[in-house]
């Protein structure tokens, strides 16, 4: 549960003052349509009530001054001196800052002290909530005017070139654009995005999000080794991106690698699967999510390789244990799966996945149901 009070304290200790105010970005779920939107595709997202929340205030000198509530480590750094490839939990808080000079915004210092409750390396987007929150703050109080979608844009900007993770703007949409009660379908080329209800209570449903605590990471080799194939076959069928294959067979056909024609089959079926769901969800059909969610897993699993043996027993042991469908969420190597559930399962089916965990002997997982919440903004 965050604390407030303990981030102002923190606060005030740093700065001398009270902050200027309190900006959240929040985690989120990725419903459906995972590692489709590097590709130009279709993703519906839902954010989280966990969330990154930063106090914040202008100084008087020329610095950037950092502090994290959970590591109790402070950064500092003149906001003439950000270099892009800064790692560590800084760098996110940095990178929005950097980015905002570089896109023509015009900021000045400031000290920003930072907590979080959305479990980290775990699928939620704890590195968009950070920056999502971080853009909120400096927009209000460099008086901004920025659009939500460019504010993703440049969340996701400094988690690509400051950081150095080459994501799609998935988690960064989600977590400025979302609304509660609702889900994002978002299209990643022309960057339409339509609020889904997702009235889960109302039709007997609630999603279990299970934390496999199998930690990932996107600057990790893999996700970026994904990203080049994607763009490798794209080029090889003489495509702008893989959104645009509109006969897969005849795709497959022309690549001779098998490695790429995974790939290029998870990332096209996925994308039917998300406009699938969308019409469902938009339609109020939700019970027809969970066979979607079952075949997503496994083309995550089969085609694009990217679950690993704690999230696919997860997934399996939720099935098994009653869940109406489950797959893994995030960016892979780990993390988080969701499990659709009636209302009330998703205790005992989290109970029945920590059994088959300490069989196994994997540690202990962590979950929580999940309720549609509101995207970034401030909140004291």
Same mark, same amino acid.
């Given at each position: 549960?965050?604390?407030?009070?303990?981030?102002?304290?923190? %606060?005030?200790?740093?700065?001398?003052?009270?902050?200027?105010?309190?900006?959240?970005? @929040?985690?989120?779920?990725?419903?459906?349509?995972?590692? =489709?939107?590097?590709?130009?595709?279709?993703?519906?997202?839902?954010?989280?009530?966990?969330?990154?929340?930063?106090?914040?205030? $202008?100084?008087?000198?020329?610095?950037?001054?950092?502090?994290?509530?959970?590591?109790?480590?402070?950064?500092?750094? @003149?906001?003439?001196?950000?270099?892009?490839?800064?790692?560590?939990?800084?760098?996110?808080?940095?990178?929005?800052?950097?980015?905002?000079?570089? +896109?023509?915004?015009?900021?000045?210092?400031? =000290?920003?002290?930072?907590?979080?409750?959305? @479990?980290?390396?775990?699928?939620?987007?704890? +590195?968009?909530? &950070?920056?999502?929150?971080?853009?909120?703050?400096?927009?209000?109080?460099?008086?901004?005017?920025?659009?939500?979608?460019?504010?993703?844009?440049?969340?996701?900007?400094?988690?690509? +070139?400051?950081?150095?993770?080459? =994501? *799609?703007?998935?988690?960064?949409?989600?977590?400025?654009?979302?609304?509660?009660?609702?889900?994002?379908?978002?299209? !990643?080329?022309?960057?339409?995005?339509?609020?889904?209800?997702?009235?889960?209570?109302?039709?007997?449903?609630?999603?279990?999000?299970?934390?496999?605590?199998?930690?990932?990471?996107?600057?990790?080799?893999?996700?970026?080794?994904?990203?080049?194939?994607?763009?490798?076959?794209?080029?090889?069928?003489? &495509?702008?991106?893989? $959104?645009?294959?509109?006969?897969?067979?005849?795709?497959?056909?022309?690549?001779?690698?098998?490695?790429?024609?995974?790939?290029?089959?998870?990332?096209?079926?996925?994308?039917?699967?998300?406009?699938?769901? %969308?019409?469902?969800?938009?339609?109020?059909?939700?019970?027809?999510?969970?066979?979607?969610?079952?075949?997503?897993?496994?083309?995550?699993?089969?085609?694009?390789? &990217?679950?690993?043996?704690?999230?696919?027993?997860?997934?399996?042991?939720?099935?098994?244990?009653?869940?109406?469908?489950? $797959?893994? =969420?995030?960016?892979?190597?780990?993390? !988080?799966?969701?499990?659709? !559930?009636?209302?009330?399962?998703?205790? +005992?089916?989290? *109970?029945?996945?920590?059994?088959?965990?300490?069989?196994? *002997?994997?540690?202990? @997982?962590?979950?929580?149901?999940?309720?549609?919440?509101?995207?970034?903004?401030?909140?004291?």
């Amino acid at each position: 549960m965050l604390d407030p009070e303990s981030l102002r304290t923190a %606060y005030v200790e740093i700065a001398g003052g009270e902050p200027e105010g309190l900006w959240f970005g @929040p985690g989120r779920v990725n419903l459906i349509g995972e590692h =489709t939107d590097y590709n130009d595709g279709f993703v519906l997202p839902f954010a989280l009530e966990k969330k990154a929340v930063v106090a914040a205030g $202008r100084r008087s000198d020329d610095l950037l001054v950092m502090y994290s509530l959970e590591l109790q480590e402070r950064v500092e750094v @003149p906001l003439a001196g950000l270099e892009p490839g800064t790692g560590g939990w800084s760098g996110y808080l940095a990178g929005v800052v950097w980015a905002l000079q570089v +896109s023509g915004h015009t900021v000045g210092p400031a =000290t920003l002290v930072l907590t979080s409750d959305v @479990p980290l390396g775990a699928g939620l987007s704890s +590195s968009a909530a &950070i920056e999502c929150a971080v853009v909120a703050a400096m927009c209000d109080l460099y008086d901004l005017d920025i659009e939500p979608m460019d504010r993703a844009k440049i969340a996701r900007l400094a988690e690509n +070139s400051y950081v150095g993770a080459p =994501t *799609g703007l998935l988690d960064q949409a989600a977590s400025t654009l979302c609304e509660e009660d609702f889900g994002l379908f978002l299209d !990643c080329r022309s960057l339409e995005a339509v609020h889904v209800p997702l009235p889960m209570a109302e039709q007997g449903f609630e999603m279990l999000v299970l934390d496999t605590k199998t930690p990932h990471s996107h600057v990790d080799g893999e996700y970026g080794a994904r990203r080049r194939s994607c763009e490798e076959a794209a080029a090889i069928l003489g &495509i702008p991106a893989l $959104r645009d294959v509109t006969d897969l067979d005849d795709a497959l056909s022309r690549l001779d690698d098998e490695v790429l024609r995974k790939r290029v089959r998870h990332v096209v079926s996925e994308n039917s699967r998300t406009l699938e769901a %969308y019409e469902v969800a938009r339609e109020g059909r939700l019970a027809e999510l969970a066979p979607l969610l079952d075949a997503s897993h496994a083309s995550m699993r089969d085609d694009y390789e &990217i679950t690993v043996d704690t999230v696919d027993l997860a997934v399996d042991t939720a099935r098994a244990a009653g869940a109406l469908g489950a $797959r893994m =969420t995030g960016g892979g190597f780990g993390g !988080c799966i969701i499990a659709l !559930c009636r209302t009330g399962a998703g205790d +005992s089916i989290a *109970g029945r996945i920590a059994d088959a965990f300490n069989e196994a *002997g994997h540690g202990r @997982p962590e979950w929580f149901t999940a309720t549609p919440a509101e995207g970034a903004g401030r909140l004291s």
